[in-house]
């Protein structure tokens, strides 16, 4: 019995260093992603109409491996609007838990930011919070591509009548 004591003692310390060593160990520092996005809204203006410009936009993100499993990321989005005067343009920050298993790493997590919207001369500034879970895979250790979807909870009143509610991304970048 104190034989089975102190193989306890020694194994479960053992595990735990075991355990948050490999947790905790650096990872690839990161990566830069360009992406099109696909947005989605509701309209609280019944006469507020998209367009097919507002639902299509592009971005980038700038993600940084922390540890194993977690990451942080910044990011800028613009939604593609040329043929009408509504613009929007959001910057978001973000925190993800991210589960790798060989190429292919699924994430989800949270984010906050600002978004900056325009309806010809007039604009507004606010805030978004937002909760997204995507699956990255990694090509060669250099190329990755990313697939994402994001829910955004925007806050004020849009000016357009045009709330973004979602938005699906396929994007691809290079790992660093």
């Known amino acids: ?5 102190n193989l306890t003692a020694l194994l479960v310390p053992l ?3 075991v355990l948050v060593t490999t947790a905790a160990r650096p990872v690839a520092a990161g990566e830069i992603t360009l992406f099109w996005a ?3 809204g509701a309209q609280s203006d019944p006469a507020a109409t998209p367009g097919g ?3 299509n936009g592009m971005g ?3 993600t940084l491996g922390l540890v194993k499993v977690a990451q ?5 989005a613009r939604g593609l609007d040329a043929q009408s005067v509504l613009r929007l343009t959001y910057f978001t920050a973000g925190a993800a838990l991210k589960f790798p298993f060989s190429m292919v790493t699924p994430f989800a997590g949270v984010g906050v930011g600002v978004y900056h919207e325009s309806l010809g001369d007039t604009w507004m500034i606010d805030t978004h919070a937002v909760a997204f879970a995507g ?3 990694r090509l060669a250790d250099l190329i990755v591509l990313r697939g994402e979807y994001r829910r955004f ?4 009143t849009p000016l357009s009548g045009l709330s973004l509610e979602s938005r699906v991304t396929l994007g691809a970048g290079i790992a660093f």
């Open 60 to 62: 980038a993100t700038l």
């Open 15 to 17: 595990g735990v260093a």
């Open 135 to 137: 699956v990255k895979v």
């Open 153 to 156: 909870q925007m806050r004020g």
């Open 53 to 55: 410009s507002w639902r």
């Open 72 to 76: 942080v990321e910044i990011e800028g």
């Open 1 to 5: 019995m104190a034989r089975l004591r």
């Open 38 to 40: 696909h947005n989605n």
